[in-house]
């Protein structure tokens, strides 16, 4: 692919990407890393060590990486700057999700209510709102989704199983979606912003939330 590496060992790592080789295994689960430290990072989801500690506050991490992310909420540093506008960000994610109001002209778009997204296996997904395809199924129930990580998420449900760990403070959770909405309470990321305000919101459901009081829809009747 062309990458370059200033040292031998940091490329035969990287070539583990196109090779799918992952020869370093968990010591309490199945999962395997292409890099020991990757590995050695994940073990602590298992033994609870934090061995990473701020300064400031005393809070401790799993990783080198979590704790800079963490300090930045103390310095105020904004390392990361959209290159079309110059706004600073503290965090990689964080820009990433501001880019897309430059691109949105690049956006596909659904050709039934105008919707924009990102890419076109999303907008194939939400299609299916108004096509009403569901074809997503659960062995158990017979319920049907639209999305593969929909049905993924349900299952749990029937399983009981919480597979994925917080690395912060070890809570579980039955789908990488929950996970992912938890951790932003670590690390105070709100990437759903309002397009009418600029609020920003943790989850999707808040910020879909949120926007009824600017449009004014009520869409919760009452039956009785």
């Not at 070539?15 to 890393?33: L, M």
């Not at 701020?54 to 704790?67: M, P």
């Not at 600073?88 to 897309?100: G, I």
């Not at 459901?205 to 449009?215: E, G, I, P, Y």
């Amino acid at each position: 692919c062309g990458a370059c590496f200033g040292t031998g060992s940091h490329l035969k790592i990287h070539q583990r990407i196109h090779t799918g080789e992952k020869p370093y295994e968990c010591r309490f689960c199945p999962k395997r890393f292409a890099a020991l430290v990757a590995r050695t990072a994940h073990e602590r989801i298992h033994t609870g060590e934090r061995p990473y500690n701020c300064s400031e506050c005393q809070k401790a991490f799993t990783t080198c990486s979590a704790l800079r992310t963490h300090e930045r909420t103390h310095t105020g540093e904004k390392p990361y700057e959209c290159e079309v506008c110059k706004k600073p960000f503290s965090q990689r994610v964080h820009l990433r999700t501001h880019a897309l109001v430059h691109s949105r002209e690049k956006l596909s778009q659904c050709d039934i209510c105008s919707k924009r997204f990102r890419n076109s296996s999303s907008l194939r997904i939400h299609e299916r709102i108004h096509t009403g395809e569901r074809p997503h199924a659960c062995d158990v129930c017979g319920k049907t989704f639209t999305q593969g990580g929909h049905l993924t998420a349900h299952q749990s449900k029937h399983s009981g199983e919480k597979t994925f760990v917080c690395v912060q403070c070890n809570k579980t959770f039955a789908n990488r979606t929950q996970l992912t909405i938890h951790s932003r309470t670590h690390t105070g990321e709100k990437p759903y912003a309002c397009e009418v305000c600029k609020r920003c919101f943790a989850d999707t459901s808040n910020l879909k939330n949120h926007l009824r009081t600017h449009s004014g829809e009520r869409p919760f009747h009452c039956g009785t």
